[in-house]
């Protein structure tokens, strides 16, 4: 029973993240994610319900159109692949429970903003604006195991703390960024939203090192934060309590 739950809840994130990709590439974009329905952007031929089965569309098709043989972005298979092994993580580790409902809205949410900002370089203010409402009211029916005020200050501080780098560095971080950790700070509360900021930091720098040494970019080159950001976030509502934990035994 337990196998066939996890394969539904699979399949469930697989489908959505096929749809978090229409929001994430047309949003920017300005286009409704409703009409016109899923099209090759090469040739506009409209795809068909063989072409729309996530993931294994793309693996059929060998990542190109059917009609034109363009190459498709394989951000769409791992869009989709990484919803659905998110969805399963949060179902392992949560069960089904209200704070699984907050943990879904934050992977949904996360998904999204890491394919748009790996393809425009920018997280949607309306994206943001739309969840941040949402996390505020599964806060309040789903209070988690913090204070009210560690989220309020979760939300000032972990926003505020990118506006200070992006001021005191002249656009060395975006407003994106910043608004991306108003929005989580209300859902993970002050001490995680900050585990998370230093582990978004890290893994960019690793990120970073590795995309020179293999000079896949150039120094000074803009690299997107927000999919660290999106990791760093995910690592720390899932394992921030344990690292605190374990950061206050080293000092004791």
Not at 45 to 59: A, E, G
Not at 88 to 94: D, I, K, N, P, S
Not at 122 to 133: A, E, S, T
Request: aromatic residues 10%.
């Amino acid at each position: 029973m337990t196998l066939l739950i996890e394969s539904y809840i699979f399949i469930i994130g697989l489908v959505l993240g096929s749809f978090f990709n229409v929001v994430a590439l047309r949003v920017p974009a300005k286009q409704s994610v409703i009409n016109p329905p899923s099209a090759c952007p090469k040739c506009g031929t409209k795809l068909k319900s063989r072409d729309l089965i996530p993931v294994i569309s793309y693996l059929f098709s060998r990542g190109k159109c059917r009609h034109c043989h363009t190459r498709v972005s394989i951000l769409y298979p791992l869009g989709e692949l990484a919803t659905g092994l998110l969805f399963l993580w949060v179902y392992v580790h949560l069960g089904i429970t209200g704070e699984s409902l907050v943990a879904l809205t934050l992977v949904s949410l996360l998904v999204i903003i890491t394919v748009s900002d790996l393809s425009y370089m920018l997280i949607p203010n309306k994206i943001l604006m739309v969840f941040f409402p949402i996390f505020i009211v599964l806060r309040f029916i789903f209070p988690g195991d913090q204070a009210w005020w560690s989220y309020v200050l979760g939300a000032v501080i972990g926003g505020g703390v990118i506006v200070l780098i992006a001021v005191l560095s002249r656009g060395g971080m975006g407003m994106g960024d910043a608004k991306l950790l108003v929005v989580c700070g209300a859902v993970l509360g002050l001490s995680h939203i900050m585990v998370a900021f230093v582990l978004a930091c890290m893994i960019g720098s690793l990120i970073g090192g590795v995309l020179l040494l293999l000079k896949i970019t150039k120094r000074k080159q803009p690299i997107p934060f927000g999919p660290s950001l999106a990791l760093g976030i995910l690592i720390s509502y899932g394992y921030g309590s344990d690292m605190i934990k374990a950061y206050l035994t080293l000092l004791g």
